[in-house]
């Protein structure tokens, strides 16, 4: 089983900056992918930014610029800089990670990040 736990999020205000955390441990091949994901209320969960170990990332194009994925595998722990928040960046974030070998996903209980106007 593979657990997940997120740190790191918390109430700011706009145009300011909050890094997020995602601790991973459990059993799970080094073939997998982490992402972060968010859900605003009264929306539906959206993917903001993947990276794969081998450093590849992809991101949402509303935080494309403005945000940084990135991850240490050895502490297995990966990592969501955000930078130039506003308001609509207010959402509950969450960890995922997929492995690629086991054909599974596993969730984070997720994170709050408001930002204040």
């Known amino acids: 089983q593979v657990q997940l736990v997120e740190s790191g999020g918390g109430l700011v205000q706009a145009g300011g900056s909050l890094r997020l955390s995602c601790a991973a441990s459990?059993?799970?091949?080094?073939?997998?992918?982490m992402a972060w994901y968010r859900q605003a209320p009264g929306k539906q969960r959206e993917l903001v930014a993947e990276i794969s170990v081998s450093g590849s990332t992809n991101y949402a194009a509303s935080v494309e610029g403005r945000f940084t994925i990135s991850r240490e595998n050895a502490k297995n722990t990966m990592y969501l800089q955000m930078n130039s928040l506003n308001t609509e960046d207010t959402a509950i974030y969450l960890c995922?990670?997929?492995?690629?070998?086991?054909?599974?996903?596993?969730w984070g209980p997720g994170i709050q990040v408001t930002v204040a106007s």
């Open positions: 459990g059993t799970f091949s080094r073939d997998n992918v």
């Open positions: 995922k990670l997929t492995d690629l070998l086991a054909r599974t996903s596993s």
